[in-house]
């Protein structure tokens, strides 16, 4: 018989929930080279250089995947939030842009890792670097911190695993069919893709419905109903134009991240990619970015299309009143279908869009729990918690080798001091985080 591979790191002790596709549990787990090797009963491979941390009844979790966060604004704002007030300034250009050099670049990226080792978080998605805001006010969003980004990789400084979507146009604000073409035809940097993962391209096909500038079929209290951020003179002519851009993306492979919140805009999006699908076959896995007023026959769609939805039940939360202000309590009311959106089998994944809001997601899981109104219970907290782990990477492609605890996967762990599915959602936010295990290293210890 073979020898069994020595540990680096054994967890025992406590709870082991898998998250893989029996939702096992266990007792402890072993962990060799930044690799799972062994789940249940890993004595065999304890050796003298083992490190063995007994949990002391603890819960270990797959690490969280925050799928939308601005890390590098996230970095430079902290422990400011956008919503929180204290922030806006700030990014409004008070004073200028938050980052300007290398140096600020890399200094904010580093602390974007800070904050989320200290959640759990393993795994995020920076959705929308450059070229489109080289000139941005915030300095956050450019080219050049794609290019912080490889070179932290290629360093090994980086604390968490990173996805990458491009932005060919500006932050909440228009974008071109021919900026998009060049920048789809722009090279991007080299790095290890279980480091730094450029998969795809982010649009932003409208505003948010409390500034009115939301796409929606019905108007706001002034009248007005908003339009879509592509250029043109006609709605016409910007709805061709969005299309155009999600058809080319579509055919040379790449993944689609759409901003779009309004309802309108929201058919017009599930619609080109559907046309797109039809026409050149499926690629990439395409997703609705926050889906505020996602109606109930467009969702119906998204499961069949493939189609995932990214929402952010913090945010829904938060801006809940606004928007019943800017359109109605009625709007409200079916604003934010996550309930329906998980019953119908769509691919949900939860996340921050921090520093709008913080990227604690203990919170935004209770948030979740609490918009659904679905009765508290271990199987609403697996759901709710596959929705930041299992399906995160999913979306990112790379279930195969993380978002669950399996041998073979990487070690990407976050550790509990208590077993969530012993909790109503609503305790969640009091549960400390003991530890943080990316590849196998442990990047943070209470």
């Not at 709870?15 to 266990?26: I, N």
């Not at 759409?258 to 309108?264: L, Q, Y």
């Not at 976050?414 to 077993?419: D, F, Y």
Request: overall charge negative; proline content about 6%; some cysteine.
């Amino acid at each position: 018989m073979a020898t069994p591979r020595t540990a680096d790191l054994v967890l025992t002790g406590g709870t082991v929930l898998t998250f893989d596709g029996d939702d096992r549990e266990a007792a402890a787990l072993a962990v060799a080279d930044g690799t799972v090797i062994g789940v249940g009963d890993v004595d065999r491979f304890t050796g003298p250089d083992t490190r063995v941390v007994d949990l002391r009844g603890r819960t270990v979790l797959p690490g969280i995947n925050d799928s939308h966060l601005h890390g590098a604004w996230l970095g430079a704002l902290w422990p400011n939030t956008l919503l929180s007030g204290s922030g806006m300034g700030e990014d409004a250009g008070a004073g200028g842009p938050l980052v300007t050099d290398a140096e600020s670049r890399r200094a904010a990226i580093l602390h974007a890792g800070e904050v989320v080792s200290r959640l759990g978080i393993t795994s995020y998605t920076e959705p929308g670097l450059g070229p489109g805001e080289d000139a941005g006010r915030t300095g956050c969003f450019s080219a050049a911190v794609l290019d912080e980004y490889a070179a932290l990789a290629a360093e090994g400084l980086l604390r968490a695993r990173v996805t990458v979507l491009r932005l060919f146009g500006e932050l909440d604000g228009p974008s071109s069919v021919a900026d998009f073409e060049r920048g789809l035809a722009s090279p991007t940097p080299e790095a290890d893709p279980r480091w730094l993962n450029v998969t795809g391209v982010k649009i932003f096909a409208d505003g948010i419905p409390p500034m009115r500038s939301a796409w929606t079929h019905r108007c706001y209290h002034d009248g007005t109903s908003g339009k879509l951020l592509v250029d043109g003179a006609e709605d016409v002519e910007r709805e061709a134009n969005l299309r155009r851009m999600i058809d080319r993306a579509h055919r040379v492979g790449a993944q689609i991240g759409v901003h779009a919140t309004g309802d309108r805009s929201i058919e017009v999006v599930v619609s080109a990619m559907a046309d797109a699908i039809a026409a050149h076959g499926p690629a990439g896995r395409h997703y609705l970015i926050h889906g505020d007023l996602l109606s109930a026959d467009v969702l119906a769609r998204l499961p069949e299309l493939g189609i995932g939805l990214n929402t952010q039940p913090g945010i829904a939360a938060t801006t809940g009143p606004w928007l019943a202000a800017a359109l109605g309590d009625d709007a409200l009311t079916a604003a934010w279908p996550l309930g329906d959106a998980f019953a119908h089998g769509v691919r949900v994944c939860l996340s921050s869009d921090a520093p709008v809001i913080e990227p604690d997601w203990r919170r935004w899981v209770a948030a979740a729990a609490e918009w659904m109104g679905a009765e508290p219970g271990p199987e609403l907290m697996r759901l709710l918690l596959r929705a930041y782990t299992v399906l995160p990477a999913v979306q990112d492609g790379a279930e195969a080798w993380k978002g669950s605890i399996e041998v073979g996967k990487v070690a990407d762990l976050c550790v509990l001091e208590a077993n969530p599915l012993e909790l109503a959602p609503s305790d969640l936010p009091h549960v400390g985080v003991a530890m943080t295990v990316v590849d196998g290293r442990v990047v943070f210890e209470q």
